[in-house]
């Protein structure tokens, strides 16, 4: 299998247009023209809908962009200060479990965040990867607070996935309130910088890269 191909987006990069371009690599990759990449980038200020999406999630439709992403999942918001993490992967060669792939994204997720001492949990009927607060007050019922770090949703043509994941670094919390993220109404967000971590994008990417290895090796045909 040849290496995967690790590229940085400069700047904020549209939507629609890298949309196009992921699936377009994609493709590529499925016709055996192109090595598996993954895309290292962020977006301007946008929601995005998946395809089980409900419009009563979208509760602020004015305020940013929203694009329909053709991903699984709801509604989520993308912007500066997120990683978003486009995953252009074969599982041809990589066998072909759905469940063991995403289970995979959340495994190198909660490996980067390991490495800023954070603890990310997966729970169940809720997508993405999540941390207990224990700094904040408690529930109505007494249980502990959780906020949602990163999300995931990916799509699979020809068994070569696109989109991926997205871990909140530092962006502006307050722009999630225009959506009911992933459709989840009782739970926060949170991100690295919010939880009192001094993370960078680049300290980000490079634990990203280094934690990619021994989430995805084991996965072969």
Request: net charge negative.
């Amino acid at each position: 299998m040849n290496p995967v191909q690790w590229q940085h987006l400069a700047g904020l990069a549209p939507y629609a247009e890298t949309l196009t371009a992921m699936e377009a690599r994609a493709a590529a990759i499925a016709a055996g023209e192109a090595s598996e990449a993954i895309w290292l980038l962020e977006h301007p200020p946008l929601y995005t809908a998946g395809t089980s999406a409900k419009p009563e999630d979208l509760t602020d439709p004015d305020r940013f962009p929203v694009f329909s992403a053709g991903r699984g999942g709801q509604y989520t918001y993308h912007g500066p200060g997120q990683r978003v993490a486009y995953t252009m992967l074969d599982l041809n060669q990589r066998g072909r479990d759905v469940r063991q792939f995403v289970c995979a994204l959340e495994n190198w997720v909660i490996a980067t965040l390991a490495e800023f001492n954070v603890k990310g949990e997966r729970r169940a009927g809720r997508v993405g990867v999540w941390v207990v607060r224990p700094d904040l007050p408690t529930n109505p019922d007494g249980s502990p607070r959780e906020d949602k770090i990163a999300a995931i949703g990916v799509k699979l043509r020809r068994w070569v996935s696109f989109h991926g994941i997205s871990i909140n670094v530092e962006p502006d919390l307050s722009h999630f309130s225009g959506i009911v993220p992933c459709g989840i109404t009782d739970h926060g967000v949170t991100s690295l910088v919010d939880l009192g971590l001094p993370v960078t994008m680049a300290d980000l990417d490079a634990a990203l890269i280094s934690c990619f290895p021994r989430a995805f090796n084991q996965l072969r045909a």
